[in-house]
């Protein structure tokens, strides 16, 4: 059952009902919390904390998230879902840690420290060992036991290294069994892309180390420092009715189509940024008035902010540029009838999809969707 206030903020965004998303906040939710009908995968709504590292490197039974050359370490459980591989402080003594973060009000996560008999609350580090190994490596090179998972559902072969991503299909992410997995597993796979990203001093040239528990990088010569930075990008669904407007890359899988998307360009404002984008890849011309901020996504594939927003156009004509492979309008029944059949779409599929449900444009499709049932 949607919740009576997710019902009207939709049916007030999609039917001009209110002037903005942004202005009317309903009694009880505060700023910055997801106005979708579904989480958005890697929204922990604060229960994964960042913050302040603790004063001492590696603090007695704090949780490593180990990362392999980008691979992420996880297992399978009984019910065939997928949930992260933890390594204890005191088992590895290799690799490169840094600072991640603390759970303490995740249930997922302290049964995941739970059950790796870690200390609870006591932080989660991402451990990159991939300049300790030529090939990935097992459980037992990694120091663990082979029946590292204390749950009898889960047998030690099921441990394997994994991409978050992969580009059709299910992926990782979309077969962790909680969301504070995903976000778990994915800032830990980005804070390690950044770091093998900034070896280099920008400045001089001259080689660079982790400081400040890995949250930062110093050059050796010259001092200057680096922090991971994320780059913005916004993604918006136009609505005009009953149909949206959606477009594909011609690298994407085939029959793959998403809301519209693009960086954020230097010295623009996210609203400047939605007008040129949606010009640029479809011609269509949006009404500055009609933009609404939806819910952000942090998308660490490396390191984007997705910040996702609806608009209305102001002209429905379509002019492909070479930016996208084919853009179209989507009447909402052609696609309830397509995600409908979608379960059963694998990567050689030709018929029509969208992005995999931890996607922030999945959860715009699908609010979009719900808003037009509502008003049926
Ligand atoms: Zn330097």
Same mark, same amino acid.
């Given at each position: 059952?949607?919740?009576?206030?997710?019902?009207?903020?939709?049916?007030?965004?999609?039917?001009?009902?209110?002037?903005?998303?942004?202005?009317? @906040?309903?009694?009880?939710?505060?700023?910055?919390?997801?106005?979708?009908?579904?989480?958005?995968?890697?929204?922990?709504?604060?229960?994964?904390?960042?913050?302040?590292?603790?004063?001492?490197?590696?603090?007695?039974?704090?949780?490593? +998230?180990?990362?392999?050359?980008?691979?992420?370490?996880?297992?399978?459980?009984?019910?065939?879902? #997928?949930?992260?591989?933890?390594?204890?402080?005191?088992?590895?003594?290799?690799?490169?840690?840094?600072?991640?973060?603390?759970?303490?009000?995740?249930?997922?996560?302290?049964?995941?420290?739970?059950?790796? &008999? @870690?200390?609870?609350?006591?932080?989660?580090?991402? #451990?990159? $060992? &991939?300049?300790?190994?030529?090939?990935?490596?097992?459980?037992?090179?990694?120091?663990?036991?082979?029946?590292?998972?204390?749950?009898?559902?889960?047998?030690?072969?099921?441990?394997?290294? @994994? /991409?978050?991503?992969?580009?059709?299909?299910?992926?990782? $992410?979309?077969?962790?069994?909680?969301?504070?997995?995903?976000?778990?597993?994915?800032?830990?796979?980005?804070?390690?892309?950044?770091?093998?990203? +900034?070896?280099?001093?920008?400045?001089? *040239?001259?080689?660079?180390?982790?400081?400040? &528990?890995?949250?930062?990088?110093?050059?050796?010569?010259?001092?200057?420092?680096?922090?991971?930075? +994320?780059?913005?990008?916004?993604?918006?669904?136009?609505?005009?009715?009953?149909?949206?407007?959606?477009?594909?890359?011609?690298?994407?899988?085939? *029959?793959?189509?998403?809301? #519209?998307?693009?960086?954020?360009?230097?010295?623009?404002?996210?609203?400047?940024? $939605? !007008?040129?984008?949606?010009?640029?890849?479809?011609? +269509? %011309?949006?009404?500055?008035?009609?933009?609404?901020?939806?819910?952000?996504?942090?998308?660490?594939?490396?390191?984007?902010?997705?910040?996702?927003?609806?608009?209305?156009? $102001?002209?429905?004509?379509?002019?492909?540029?070479?930016? %996208?492979?084919?853009? /179209?309008?989507?009447?909402?029944?052609? !696609?309830?009838?397509?995600?409908?059949?979608?379960?059963?779409?694998?990567?050689?599929?030709?018929?029509?999809? !969208?992005?995999?449900?931890?996607?922030?444009?999945?959860? #715009? !499709? @699908?609010?979009?969707?719900?808003?037009?049932?509502?008003?049926?």
């Amino acid at each position: 059952m949607v919740p009576r206030w997710v019902r009207w903020m939709l049916l007030s965004a999609f039917f001009g009902l209110a002037p903005s998303i942004r202005s009317k @906040h309903p009694p009880g939710v505060s700023l910055g919390r997801s106005f979708l009908p579904r989480a958005v995968a890697f929204n922990t709504e604060g229960r994964f904390q960042r913050g302040a590292p603790p004063s001492e490197a590696t603090p007695h039974g704090a949780s490593m +998230v180990p990362i392999y050359r980008g691979m992420s370490l996880v297992s399978e459980t009984a019910t065939g879902e #997928l949930e992260p591989v933890l390594l204890s402080s005191e088992q590895v003594q290799m690799g490169e840690a840094s600072w991640l973060g603390t759970a303490e009000e995740s249930s997922a996560l302290a049964e995941l420290q739970r059950k790796a &008999s @870690h200390r609870l609350g006591s932080g989660f580090w991402m #451990l990159d $060992v &991939s300049n300790c190994f030529d090939q990935a490596p097992s459980l037992s090179d990694l120091g663990l036991r082979e029946d590292f998972n204390a749950s009898p559902s889960v047998s030690s072969t099921s441990a394997q290294w @994994h /991409k978050l991503r992969s580009r059709a299909g299910a992926s990782v $992410v979309d077969r962790l069994a909680s969301e504070d997995y995903a976000a778990l597993l994915a800032v830990a796979a980005g804070m390690s892309a950044w770091h093998r990203s +900034v070896r280099f001093c920008a400045t001089c *040239g001259a080689p660079t180390e982790a400081v400040r &528990s890995g949250l930062q990088r110093q050059c050796c010569q010259c001092g200057s420092r680096f922090r991971p930075r +994320v780059d913005p990008a916004m993604l918006v669904l136009v609505t005009d009715g009953d149909r949206c407007l959606l477009g594909r890359k011609a690298s994407w899988p085939a *029959g793959r189509f998403s809301a #519209l998307a693009g960086f954020v360009e230097f010295g623009e404002t996210l609203e400047e940024c $939605v !007008i040129r984008e949606v010009r640029e890849e479809s011609g +269509v %011309l949006v009404d500055p008035k009609s933009i609404c901020f939806v819910a952000s996504q942090p998308w660490l594939f490396p390191r984007s902010l997705l910040l996702g927003f609806t608009a209305k156009p $102001v002209s429905t004509e379509i002019k492909l540029t070479e930016e %996208l492979e084919d853009v /179209k309008w989507f009447e909402a029944d052609y !696609i309830e009838a397509c995600l409908a059949e979608a379960d059963d779409i694998d990567a050689s599929d030709t018929r029509f999809n !969208i992005p995999s449900r931890t996607s922030l444009a999945n959860s #715009l !499709i @699908h609010g979009w969707l719900q808003s037009i049932r509502a008003q049926k």
